[in-house]
């Protein structure tokens, strides 16, 4: 979501100050590491995630637990609403699970903050398999709390 007079140059760096700040997220985010989590894209407010199904993330029916899906869409929330540098927290989730995720399955997740105000945001995250079907529709709006993310 570039800017409309930007230029390239001037976009190649906002791209990559969000990527720095992504990747300073994930050396503090102990569980988006435990997920397994891969960071294929980074732009300003859009990330694209990757992460594997492992056996210990399934619930008692041999699915991946919800809980897993969410956290993964919640991380690629996280990503992609704090790219420019400023701390923004979850006000609320949603997430709907159109398709069972099984052990094995590799997942993307991709993230696009939609829009902003001074003090809130709005994003939708939509989580595909490997065979690029639909496992979870994630909304999510995040308090803009203008405070510089920490080194």
């Known amino acids: 979501?570039?800017?409309?007079?930007?230029?390239?140059?001037?976009?190649?760096?906002?791209?990559?100050?969000?990527?720095?700040?992504?990747?300073?997220?994930?050396?503090?985010?102990?569980?988006?590491?435990?997920?397994?989590?891969e960071v294929v894209e980074i732009a300003e407010r859009r990330c694209v995630l990757r992460m594997t199904v492992r056996p210990e993330m399934v619930n008692g029916f041999g699915t991946a637990h919800g809980g897993i899906v969410f956290a993964f869409a919640d991380s690629a929330l996280a990503f992609c609403t704090n790219s420019d540098g400023e701390i923004s927290v979850a006000l609320d989730c949603t997430v709907?699970?159109?398709?069972?995720?099984?052990?094995?399955?590799?997942?993307?997740?991709?993230?696009?903050?939609?829009?902003?105000t001074n003090k809130i945001g709005f994003a939708r995250v939509t989580v595909v398999n490997q065979e690029e079907a639909v496992v979870?529709?994630?909304?999510?709006?995040?308090y803009r709390t203008r405070k510089p993310l920490p080194l």
């Open 136 to 142: 979870g529709h994630f909304r999510g709006t995040v």
């Open 96 to 116: 709907s699970y159109p398709t069972a995720v099984r052990p094995g399955d590799v997942l993307t997740a991709t993230g696009v903050q939609e829009s902003t």
């Open 1 to 37: 979501m570039s800017g409309p007079s930007r230029s390239v140059e001037e976009q190649r760096a906002i791209d990559a100050q969000a990527r720095s700040v992504v990747d300073r997220m994930m050396t503090r985010d102990a569980f988006s590491r435990w997920l397994g989590i």
